[in-house]
């Protein structure tokens, strides 16, 4: 299914209605899925580097096809080519904040983030989507963040700043994903309301060895500290990445080290014992 990723299946004139009539497949599939309720949120837990404590959860999309999880990254570019990702991120979204409530409601104080699409930043009412849910009792003010990368941001700033904006209001917070990754325009961070700033895994993943990747995450590191942002290291696997990521200072980390992302039910005993050493 790889060659199903974006992009791919434009290149291979040969190929190109097999591509296409797969693509069509998938897509059926898809549409299918939403309707069956074949998607499931995992969540991995963010925690502090100092001490394991859970301060947050990254809630990542699966799909639960024959018996078989598939990863996002078999499905998710197509949804955006497709538009299905507009009814496919409200239900992340609807989702997420309910699981946010309840966790909420059992006494544990963390946030839960959300991947957002370049797309639903256009295409969809988020203002009022976020709304209907504080109306619905289904959403805790500042404790639910949108991930946006530097793609989407890149475009009409203008008006990215006034839904961001909008969005701030009603409190959502902002992470800048795979940060270092994209066309940074370091502006940005000023004039949008982000909240925090998450290293992309592929600094973290040389943390130890390499010394560029080392000096790219303690520059990105000073920064966010001078702009008071959160900084959250994704893709610690390892004891030493950790190490070397806490001589830089205080921050959040996410990666396996902590925990892979699990199903709802599983965090939820990860949130009874609070820390993970
Ligand atoms: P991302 O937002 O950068 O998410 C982090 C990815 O890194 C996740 O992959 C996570 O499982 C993986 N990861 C976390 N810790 C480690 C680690 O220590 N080592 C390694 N090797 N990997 C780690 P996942 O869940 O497969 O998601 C892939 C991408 O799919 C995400 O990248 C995100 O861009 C997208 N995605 C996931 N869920 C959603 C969603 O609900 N909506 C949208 N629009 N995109 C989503
Ligand atoms: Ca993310
Ligand atoms: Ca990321
Ligand atoms: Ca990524």
């Not at 791919?8 to 497949?25: C, G, K, T, V, W």
């Not at 570019?77 to 309840?102: K, M, N, Y």
């Not at 003010?141 to 949108?146: K, N, V």
């Not at 000023?190 to 995450?217: M, W």
Request: proline share 4%; hydrophobic share 45%.
């Amino acid at each position: 299914a790889k060659s199903l990723g974006r992009n791919n299946y434009q290149f291979f004139a040969p190929e190109l209605d097999i591509q296409a009539h797969r693509r069509m497949s998938l897509e059926l599939q898809l549409r299918r899925a939403l309707e069956k309720g074949e998607f499931e949120l995992f969540y991995q837990p963010l925690v502090t580097i100092d001490d394991g404590a859970i301060v947050g959860a990254e809630a990542l999309i699966r799909w639960r096809h024959d018996e078989v999880v598939v990863s996002p990254n078999e499905f998710i570019p197509l949804a955006e080519d497709t538009g299905l990702i507009l009814p496919l991120g409200e239900w992340v979204i609807r989702t997420a904040a309910a699981q946010a409530s309840r966790w909420r409601h059992e006494g544990h104080e963390l946030s839960v983030s959300v991947n957002l699409s370049p797309r639903q930043f256009v295409g969809q009412d988020l203002v009022t989507l976020l709304c209907s849910l504080i109306d619905a009792g289904e959403f805790e003010p500042g404790r639910l963040y949108f991930e946006v990368t530097e793609s989407m941001v890149m475009g009409d700033l203008a008006q990215t700043q006034k839904i961001m904006g909008a969005l701030r209001d009603l409190g959502i917070k902002f992470y800048l994903d795979d940060f270092g990754t994209g066309y940074s325009s370091l502006s940005y961070l000023k004039r949008l309301p982000i909240d925090g700033v998450k290293i992309d895994r592929a600094f973290i993943k040389d943390i130890v060895h390499d010394q560029d990747s080392r000096e790219i995450s303690s520059a990105i590191v000073s920064l966010a500290n001078t702009l008071h942002l959160a900084i959250v290291a994704e893709g610690v696997e390892t004891p030493l990445q950790r190490e070397t990521l806490l001589n830089m200072g205080p921050m959040i980390i996410q990666g396996y080290l902590a925990s892979r992302p699990v199903p709802a039910s599983q965090f939820g005993l990860l949130l009874e014992s609070g820390r993970i050493d």
